[in-house]
């Protein structure tokens, strides 16, 4: 199994194969299971702890590497909705250089410190901004944007902090993501996996911005134990918005015994890049 290791940012370990979960000689059980997924700490968006417990293949274009070759020819970054700032961190060592002005924002107050540590050694200025808020900032300011997975673009607001001539660089999460894991809770559910690439380019243009990349995948995600299932669920708190143990105790036993007969449960990511720039 590839570990996670910074070369293509934060999410489940890359779907080459499956470890042991460490440390386990006999099967734990589902209580067990349950209250391991339940423990661990949900802050920063490092994914490390699913290695050997769950996988989640990449889109082929590599987003932190796409990332680190814009970084290492601007002289201006910002990236929205960092986390806790380990895939942009990642992308900046990789580059090589340091752009002479590094922001962020982030928008979950737990990650806010998080990601000043982690982005601490590029004196990276992180600012806390709601997600659908203003960015607080000046015009035509950053050569480079960026945002991976953001919750929310505001197509206005990043157009405005972009020089003239700058570039927008994202990764975003299609609808339906993860569809088969959302229903196998709660049920099927309305709504279309149509690509939401399409759209992202349509706000792009509406904000004035010429799009001059626009890709879209689905990855294969796969779980080995229902520890793993309801830690993603806690973490990634989109998928299920209501999710607690106990709501939904019965149907994570159903998925739990899908699990040990089946040897694992598939899910599908959808993935999009954008990269858009303003005219110069
Ligand atoms: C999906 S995360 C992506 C973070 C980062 N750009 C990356 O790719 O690693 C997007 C946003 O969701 C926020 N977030 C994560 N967990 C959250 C939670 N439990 N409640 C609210 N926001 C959360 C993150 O802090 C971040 O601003």
Redesign the pocket.
């Known amino acids: 199994m590839r570990v996670i290791d910074g070369s293509e940012?934060?999410?489940l370990s890359d779907a080459t194969g499956r470890g042991e979960t460490a440390g386990m000689t006999s099967s734990p059980s589902f209580e067990d299971l349950l209250a391991e997924g339940q423990a661990v700490p949900?802050e920063g968006?490092d994914f490390s702890w699913f290695e050997g417990r769950a996988t989640e293949q990449r889109p082929s274009w590599g987003y932190s590497f796409l990332l680190s070759a814009r970084l290492a020819r601007c002289s201006s970054s910002l990236?929205?909705?960092?986390?806790?700032?380990?895939?942009?961190a990642g992308a900046l060592i990789r580059a090589g250089r340091r752009p002479d002005v590094v922001a962020a924002t982030?928008?979950?107050p737990?990650?806010v410190g998080v990601a000043r540590q982690n982005l601490a050694r590029f004196g990276a200025r992180v600012l806390e901004v709601a997600?659908d808020g203003d960015l607080p900032l000046a015009n035509a300011s950053f050569d480079l944007v960026s945002?991976?997975?953001?919750?929310r673009h505001r197509w206005d607001e990043l157009a405005r902090v972009l020089r003239p001539g700058g570039t927008y660089l994202s990764?975003g999460?299609g609808s339906g993501s993860n569809r088969e894991l959302f229903e196998a809770l709660m049920g099927p559910q309305p709504g279309s996996d149509q690509p939401s690439a399409r759209r992202a380019a349509a706000d792009a243009r509406a904000a004035g911005l010429h799009v001059v990349d626009l890709r879209q995948e689905a990855t294969r995600v796969e779980f080995f134990d229902i520890a793993a299932v309801v830690h993603f669920l806690?973490?990634?708190?989109w998928t299920v918005p209501d999710f607690t143990v106990a709501r939904y105790r019965r149907q994570l036993a159903d998925l739990h015994e899908q699990i040990c007969r089946d040897g694992g449960f598939v899910a599908h990511s959808q993935r999009y890049l954008i990269e858009a720039r303003k005219s110069a």
Request: charged share 20%; no cysteine; hydrophobic share 25%.
């Open positions: 940012g934060n999410q949900v968006w990236d929205i909705q960092t986390g806790g700032g380990e895939v942009y982030e928008s979950w737990p990650n997600e945002s991976r997975h953001p919750t990764q999460v806690r973490k990634v708190v």
